[in-house]
């Protein structure tokens, strides 16, 4: 049954997490970040296909820093770290290595692989040996009993690696990138889910606020999810498209680096606020951020470029106040927010 509560904005967003942790099954609410592992700026191979250079890996020194500003003040209780062959196996163990050496032990870390790349043949990242090499790492040396797969495109064949991922994972298996319009199916028992068109559509809060704007379209996402009974955790976001192109602030037509805006002051805690009111009792698994978009917006020369970009910012572990440094910084809050809300019912354990 669905329940809803009447909940004011930030800072009173801590009452509202106390409200619905009183009738969530499973009450600690994810603040989580999605980000390359590698940190690399221009993340191809792997990705766009397999014929473009390999990645330069970050030093531990960077992902230390990198560690610091990601679960210090922005209070982060879990990273999912993508990796899809932009450095070799080798550095993606140690990396993986160095990132939980480098976050605090409270702090989750999920590998999530790209499966399938993004050219016309769909070309797959990892061979056999390479998958098992990387299951038997994450599972033994990292310790990490849960797996993400990362895709922005819904409902893709994921080709034989996903049934082995799933045969050991059975219980831990993470869609990552979960469309609006995908349905959540096994093998997967949660999932992060896209909502930039939801949060982007409108010009001011009081359009995205309006009838037939993304308000209503976000309720009408999170109602969707409610049947399934799944934790659906739901997407943050930092870059929003180009506002010049439309009166209010309808989608333009095109997704350009150079074009898109930071999302509007607010937003953010307008939709933490109405996914709050909306989510059936236990389905909520609380709330992410991508900060791979963030990254290959930030770095176009139009806005921070390569060497001020998001990651870059991360790596010399200088806190970004670039082009996206407002709604950045807005979910830094929410989630710090997150973090202070107490048990609100016997057996409920506090966020770390």
């Not at 766009?48 to 990645?55: L, R």
């Not at 879990?78 to 990132?99: F, G, P, Q």
Request: aromatic share 10%.
């Amino acid at each position: 049954m669905q329940t809803r509560w009447s909940v004011a904005l930030l800072p009173a967003v801590v009452l509202a997490v106390a409200s619905h942790n009183a009738a969530a099954a499973a009450p600690t609410l994810e603040r989580s970040f999605w980000l390359h592992a590698a940190l690399a700026p221009l993340a191809q191979k792997g990705y766009w296909g397999p014929n473009y250079p390999a990645s330069a890996a970050p030093t531990d020194s960077e992902i230390q820093n990198a560690a610091r500003l990601l679960t210090g003040p922005p209070a982060a209780n879990r990273l999912y770290l993508v990796y899809h062959h932009e450095i070799s196996i080798a550095e993606a163990l140690r990396v993986w290595t160095a990132w939980r050496q480098a976050c605090p032990a409270a702090v989750q870390l999920v590998p999530a692989l790209v499966l399938r790349m993004y050219d016309s043949e769909r070309s797959a990242v990892f061979t056999p040996d390479e998958l098992q090499t990387l299951v038997a790492f994450c599972q033994r040396t990292l310790g990490a009993d849960q797996l993400a797969i990362y895709d922005v495109y819904a409902r893709r064949d994921q080709g034989p690696a996903l049934p082995y991922l799933a045969a050991h994972y059975p219980h831990g298996l993470i869609r990552l990138g979960l469309q609006p319009d995908e349905q959540l199916q096994p093998p997967f028992v949660a999932a992060v889910q896209d909502t930039w068109s939801g949060l982007c559509h409108g010009k001011t809060n009081a359009d995205w606020q309006a009838p037939g704007f993304g308000a209503q379209t976000l309720q009408r996402w999170v109602q969707s999810r409610n049947p399934e009974h799944a934790r659906i955790t739901w997407d943050l976001i930092a870059v929003a498209w180009d506002y010049a192109a439309t009166a209010r602030g309808a989608y333009p037509g095109y997704d350009d680096a150079a074009k898109n805006q930071p999302l509007p002051a607010g937003r953010n805690r307008l939709a933490v606020d109405e996914i709050l009111q909306t989510s059936a009792a236990g389905t909520l698994g609380g709330f992410s951020s991508d900060l791979l978009i963030l990254q290959a917006n930030s770095q176009d020369p139009a806005h921070d470029g390569r060497a001020e970009s998001f990651y870059e910012m991360l790596k010399r572990g200088t806190p970004y106040h670039g082009y996206y440094a407002g709604p950045f910084g807005e979910i830094s809050t929410i989630f710090q927010h997150l973090r202070a809300a107490p048990p609100a019912a016997p057996g409920v354990t506090p966020n770390e």
